[in-house]
């Protein structure tokens, strides 16, 4: 198969959004890696001559992991399997019904008032319990 693309050009979206997700979570979790493991617990272990040189070593592993990810998600996703349902799952969000700009914001301001109107009825029921909690002895202010 080599490095051909299985359907190229069917599932598109899906296979470049799948692979910008995954893509995020790699480096990320380089960041992390890099940042606080390697940092704290590799780099003092390998001595002074790696530790002047912490730079490469970094790189290195970033651009290793980078990749070994790369090479492992062209595979993934050029399996028949899988991009048969990458290209079904684009076919199947075309047919979606999307709503229109204009009841996107509605449905989001009734979303952020049925949030605000839940958090005060709360807020209201943490007061009236705290008071009666006082009240009776049982919390003491």
Same mark, same amino acid.
């Given at each position: 198969?080599?490095?051909?693309?299985?359907?190229?050009? $069917?599932? /598109?979206?899906?296979?470049? @959004?799948?692979?910008? !997700?995954?893509?995020?979570?790699?480096?990320? *979790?380089?960041?992390?890696? @890099?940042?606080?493991?390697?940092?704290? #617990?590799? @780099?003092?272990?390998?001595?002074?001559?790696?530790?002047?040189?912490? &730079?490469?070593? #970094?790189?290195?592993? !970033?651009?290793?992991?980078? =990749?070994?990810?790369?090479?492992?998600?062209?595979?993934?996703?050029?399996?028949?399997?899988?991009?048969?349902?990458? %290209?079904?799952?684009?076919?199947?969000?075309?047919?979606?019904?999307?709503?229109? $700009?204009?009841?996107?914001? *509605? &449905?989001?301001?009734?979303?952020?008032?049925?949030?605000?109107?839940?958090?005060? =009825? =709360? /807020?209201? %029921?943490? %007061?009236?319990?705290?008071?009666?909690?006082?009240?009776?002895? %049982? &919390?003491?202010?």
């Amino acid at each position: 198969m080599g490095f051909a693309v299985y359907k190229p050009g $069917q599932g /598109y979206w899906t296979r470049v @959004l799948t692979a910008v !997700a995954v893509g995020t979570i790699v480096l990320s *979790g380089i960041g992390w890696f @890099l940042n606080g493991v390697f940092q704290t #617990k590799i @780099l003092p272990k390998l001595g002074a001559a790696a530790q002047t040189n912490d &730079l490469y070593w #970094k790189a290195g592993i !970033a651009v290793t992991v980078i =990749l070994v990810t790369g090479a492992l998600l062209w595979t993934i996703l050029n399996k028949p399997n899988i991009a048969d349902f990458m %290209i079904a799952t684009e076919n199947e969000m075309k047919k979606v019904n999307w709503p229109s $700009q204009k009841a996107v914001i *509605g &449905l989001t301001w009734v979303v952020i008032s049925g949030t605000l109107m839940i958090a005060s =009825l =709360l /807020y209201v %029921i943490n %007061i009236v319990f705290s008071w009666f909690f006082i009240e009776i002895d %049982i &919390l003491h202010v």
